[in-house]
């Protein structure tokens, strides 16, 4: 257990339904990152939060996907009118930045991942 | 050609021997990360290097910053390593740190 939490673990959707998922990051991370894993593949970057503020997005994400941390503490990743390639494994991780720079790096701790199947 | 090339894709091992996972990477990078998957989906980080050698326990993560390359030890191999190991990098500039990922290798240790 890395201490990110995600809800829920697998979730089984009709095409065209909206789904969200949340995820809890370690509490003071100000850092989280959402990826999405399809079969076989690595990880792909979707977006992250620095504290409240959503500061980057993939192009990986479409119109349809929308990511809110509200309070800077959980983050919703919400797929509105699911399509069947929206199947894959969706991450959350989580890190403490303390400072900045080009040569910094953190670790990230990940959550355990909702499985989105689409039928 | 992706960023971040991980060999081979699948690996299977007897109980003991030894193991290595080479990772090619062609960007410019504040760290490599080496990460273990396990059925199920979560993911644990093993290592995060920028440069030279860490060990822990029987995993060993080396990277050699000029020819851009890590290697992902494991001594002494055991059915519970069986798992997949990413490697994902951290991309120099930029503001975001998020890691671009490898595909994995799958590997399989048999008692």
């Known amino acids: 257990d890395t201490g990110v939490s995600q809800d829920p673990r697998h979730k089984i959707t009709k095409r065209g339904q909206n789904v969200t998922f949340r995820c809890d990051p370690i509490?003071?991370?100000?850092?989280l990152y959402w990826y999405r894993q399809t079969l076989g593949q690595g990880p792909e970057f979707l977006t992250y939060f620095q504290n409240e503020a959503q500061l980057e997005k993939s192009r990986l994400l479409s119109d349809r996907f929308s990511a809110e941390r509200p309070k800077g503490s959980f983050s919703t990743l919400e797929i509105q009118r699911t399509e069947q390639g929206d199947s894959a494994m969706y991450l959350c991780?989580?890190?403490?930045?303390?400072?900045?720079?080009?040569?910094?790096?953190?670790?990230?701790?990940f959550g355990p991942g909702t499985r989105l199947t689409v039928t | 050609k992706n960023e971040v090339e991980q060999s081979p894709q699948n690996l299977t091992a007897q109980e003991g021997e030894f193991i290595t996972i080479n990772c090619s990477y062609s960007v410019g990078i504040s760290a490599l990360h080496w990460l273990q998957q396990h059925p199920g989906g979560g993911i644990v980080s093993l290592f995060m290097l920028s440069s030279g050698k860490k060990k822990h326990g029987r995993l060993i993560a080396t990277i050699n910053i000029q020819e851009k390359h890590s290697s992902l030890h494991i001594t002494a191999s055991h059915p519970r390593d069986s798992a997949v190991y990413i490697c994902?990098?951290?991309?120099?500039?930029?503001?975001?740190?998020?890691?671009?990922f490898g595909s994995g290798t799958q590997l399989t240790v048999l008692p």
């Open positions: 509490s003071e991370h100000n850092r």
């Open positions: 994902a990098v951290s991309t120099l500039g930029g503001s975001a740190r998020q890691l671009t």
């Open positions: 991780a989580s890190s403490l930045t303390l400072r900045e720079g080009p040569a910094i790096s953190y670790e990230q701790y």
